[in-house]
């Protein structure tokens, strides 16, 4: 009986144990969501934060920089920061994720999935979490979006929102809150220093005119929503290794546009590149209606399918679409000139609370229509990459690039590893046939030194096919930027696109470095390529005395063109055989054992000339491009690593010239050109001096007496319509694209034995933005010119090929013991175009 009572008094035991647990368990549970919101209260508002409304004041980039840490360190199970890079002046770039406790704790796991479904990586792991990335301010003066950044984390992390926890759950959001902090900095500084307590609508109040250069660009000048596939700039080369490691299945560009214009959203406008899928076109139309509907409730302004389209390949939007992703551009009305308020032409006030709460909700709405769908966006990203990988991007199979100049290949492929384009360095003969990019014929393969090899079919097949295709295909002639950028064009390198499939095997890449063995004569450094010019800078720079020929010469039966450059004992001897000196030679240099030349002039000849390190300076100010002096100044800073001193060139008629050798004059519009100022330049050129002069400076001096002329277009009114004057309003766009010219290829005949074209074949490829060509200098060098036919590639209206044709693009005007060197067109542009630099460096250094 007693042990029958002893199991009953056990079970008994038992029940109100279970019962205690459980009532624990309730009780714990209730205390974790209790303590779980206290966390999340404790997540500050940006209103908490920073003290303000939102849209009261523009916020400094540091403080941006701390709220995100902020919100972090209340929600870390929601939110991570990691600082990516630091800009030219220093300033954070960071990026922040955001997700569920669960996604977040396996947030490499995702990443890696995603990679491996592009093929970038190996493996076979899937996820089905969608990756948005949203991108604010790379442009510094378009200042609400960074704003809109803060209220965005916000509203992803606000407890209250159960929207966006559910949307979260299958998606991670990425956001970089400026890209662009030093010109964000840049304009926010300004207009604090010069807005007054209270928001000033007038647009001609000084608050809503930014002075030169302004905020829209970086640290030198550069729009950084051009760089995207170049990657010259270092916010852009740290950014986009971030980038390449994710891989977003969605990202969106946020931007501003002049104060009248409403809000911009996809779908874009037509061109759209070949190579953009149905897919993506659907979905950027699908996430646009989602938009449309939250601007239709709160009755905002909108379009759609203008202005913006998909083609340029070194966009926010465009680099995504070629890389998979849905890429979308989203501008809002205001801009550097938008202020905190201002009075638009309909007659209403356009705030900058207004212009965030639009880009907010945008951006919550691409979030929201993703998630909605992200099994399909995740399906069509992994079928996007396994479609590169069959080829069906490809026009051509492979392409085939080939040198004798190792630095100018790696160059290339330099831009290929940013971009994480799979590629073989050969030194091998490659057999097959080819378009020949410099023929526009299908040839045979003639390979050269070293070839850079490749495969069409891989995981970044439609960026290939973009950046090396020969010729491109546009939809629709009306075009927001360049139409043309082939990459064996700009880095003038022979190439090959081929139908044939071809299986290369690789070698290290490797520039032969000076031999142990010391010369106890001299160097002859090869000159050919960017490479060498900045070598040349560095010598220069150091006090070595570098000479160079003016003839071809023969070395050890190896023949050297002109502009070969010599470093002699002779001149160099209180510093020869010393390390600042052995440093300095590059590793192309070859020791001389004597002066006597087998072919061409000896080396104490009167065509073998000193070089001198010219003292320089060069224009800024209102009066001057700031994007073509930002190229010349990054150029010279970063590049070259050669000293200038920037002058405005309102200061110019106070400048003592005498200071400097060679004055650049980068593109713009100067006042004083062509009078008193223009005398002094003049006098400066006479005296000896050196003028660079770029671009629209060209036209300028064309109109003036420099002996330049701008060519006329010879009208003939034969076979004239005489009704070509009746045209149609509607058709007034479309009828102007036939003078125009956004940026087209055309091929220069040189005369490679001029100083300005040394290093060069006979021909070069240049970038054409313009429809300016001149007269033939009747009493100068025309060392650059276009001739009948020499349209490569890129859109050029019809009345503008017509022009472009027997005419001068690059040349030299001697004026007393000094020159004038004209460079009509740009070959620095966005300093992707690597083999201008060697032209401009010539005009620096080799021109007299």
């Known amino acids: 009986m007693s042990m029958a009572h002893g199991v009953q008094l056990s079970l008994t035991t038992m029940n109100r144990l279970l019962q205690y647990l459980s009532n624990m368990k309730k009780l714990l549970l209730a205390l974790f969501v209790l303590l779980g919101h206290t966390v999340f209260a404790q997540v500050p508002s940006p209103k908490q934060f920073l003290g303000y409304e939102m849209g009261d004041k523009y916020t400094p980039h540091y403080k941006i920089v701390n709220y995100f840490r902020a919100v972090a360190a209340a929600a870390p199970g929601m939110v991570k920061v990691e600082k990516y890079g630091e800009t030219y002046e220093g300033r954070e770039l960071m990026v922040a994720y955001i997700s569920t406790a669960e996604n977040m704790a396996n947030l490499e796991k995702i990443r890696n999935a995603n990679l491996q479904a592009a093929g970038m990586q190996n493996g076979s792991a899937n996820s089905d979490k969608a990756i948005v990335w949203l991108s604010y301010n790379v442009h510094g003066n378009e200042p609400s979006s960074s704003e809109a950044a803060m209220k965005t984390l916000y509203a992803l992390v606000d407890p209250n929102n159960t929207e966006a926890k559910q949307w979260l759950q299958n998606t991670v959001v990425i956001i970089d809150p400026c ?47 051009r760089d995207w596939a170049w990657q010259t700039q270092v916010e852009t080369q740290q950014r ?8 977003p299945h969605v990202h969106v ?8 214009n409403p809000y911009y959203f996809a779908p874009a406008a037509e061109p759209f590149h070949e190579v953009i899928t149905p897919w993506q076109r659907e979905f950027q139309t699908t996430i646009g209606k989602n938009n449309a509907a939250y601007f239709d409730k709160n009755a905002w302004l909108y379009f759609t399918k203008e202005y913006f389209d998909l083609f340029y390949p070194s966009y926010g939007d465009t680099y995504p679409l070629y890389n998979g992703a849905i890429g979308m551009t989203y501008e809002q009305g205001g801009h550097s000139a938008g202020g905190l308020a201002v009075a638009t032409n309909s007659g209403d006030t356009l705030t900058l609370a207004e212009r965030i709460l639009h880009h907010y909700t945008t951006g919550l709405s691409t979030i929201e229509v993703t998630s909605k769908h992200a099994a399909k966006v995740v399906s069509e990203f992994k079928k996007f990459f396994a479609d590169s990988k069959a080829g069906k991007f490809s026009t051509y199979n492979s392409y085939v690039i080939t040198s004798d100049n190792t630095s100018k290949l790696v160059s290339l492929i330099g831009l290929l590893q940013r971009n994480g384009i799979e590629y073989a360095f050969t030194s091998q003969k490659i057999n097959g046939t080819g378009y020949n990019y410099f023929t526009g014929k299908t040839e045979a393969i003639k390979t050269l030194g070293q070839s850079v090899f490749i495969n069409a079919n891989q995981p970044k097949s439609a960026l290939i096919k973009v950046l090396m295709e020969p010729v491109n295909k546009l939809s629709d002639s009306v075009t927001y930027d360049i139409t043309a950028w082939s990459l064996p064009y700009a880095y003038g390198l022979q190439a090959y696109a081929s139908n044939q499939k071809m299986a290369v095997q690789g070698d290290e890449v490797r520039i032969s470095p000076v031999p142990a063995v010391n010369s106890s004569y001299g160097y002859l450094i090869p000159y050919s390529s960017a490479a060498s010019a900045k070598a040349l800078a560095a010598m220069l720079k150091k006090g070595i005395k570098v000479r160079a020929t003016e003839k071809p010469i023969s070395y050890k039966g190896v023949s050297y063109p002109a502009g070969s450059l010599l470093v002699l004992r002779t001149s160099n001897q209180g510093t020869w055989n010393t390390p600042g000196l052995n440093e300095a030679i590059p590793g192309t240099a070859i020791p001389l054992e004597t002066g006597f030349m087998e072919k061409g002039p000896d080396l104490g000849s009167s065509n073998v000339r000193m070089l001198k390190a010219p003292k320089v300076a060069m224009l800024t100010g209102n009066e001057v491009s700031s994007l073509n002096a930002g190229e010349v100044w990054h150029f010279m800073d970063q590049a070259l690593d050669y000293p200038v001193s920037l002058i405005n ?11 400097y050798d060679v004055l650049i004059m980068p593109s713009g519009n100067y006042r004083s050109l062509n009078d008193k100022t223009g005398d002094k330049l003049k006098d400066f050129v006479r005296s000896g001096g050196k003028i660079i002069a770029m671009g629209n400076t060209v036209y300028q001096m064309s109109e003036g007496e420099w002996t330049i002329k701008a060519k006329e277009e010879k009208k003939d009114d034969k076979g004239k319509d005489e009704y070509a004057a009746l045209r149609r309003y509607a058709d007034r766009e479309r009828d102007e694209a036939a003078n125009n010219i956004p940026g087209a290829i055309y091929k220069v005949q040189l005369d490679e034995t001029h100083p300005l074209a040394f290093g060069f074949p006979n021909y070069y490829y240049t970038l054409k933005l313009d429809t300016d060509v001149y007269e033939f200098l009747k009493d100068g060098w025309n060392v650059g010119v276009i001739k009948k036919e020499d349209y490569v590639t890129g859109f050029a209206g019809v009345n503008t090929k017509a022009k472009l044709k027997d005419g001068l693009i690059f040349g030299v005007q001697p004026m007393g013991r000094g020159s004038v060197v004209y460079l009509a067109d740009d070959p620095l542009f966005r300093m992707f175009w690597e083999n201008g630099q060697l032209l401009f460096a010539n005009a620096l250094f080799m021109v007299e």
């Open 253 to 260: 560009d946020f931007h501003e546009q002049g104060y009248n």
């Open 240 to 247: 986009m290794v971030k980038y390449n490691q994710w891989m």
């Open 179 to 225: 890209i662009n902090p030093d010109g964000r900095d840049r304009y926010v500084n300004w207009f604090t220093s010069v807005a007054g307590r209270n928001a000033n609508a007038d647009p001609q109040s000084r608050e809503h005119a930014e002075p030169w250069p302004g905020g829209r660009s970086n640290h030198y000048n550069f729009d950084l929503n």
């Open 649 to 659: 060139a309102a200061d110019l008629g106070r400048t003592s010239l005498s200071d």
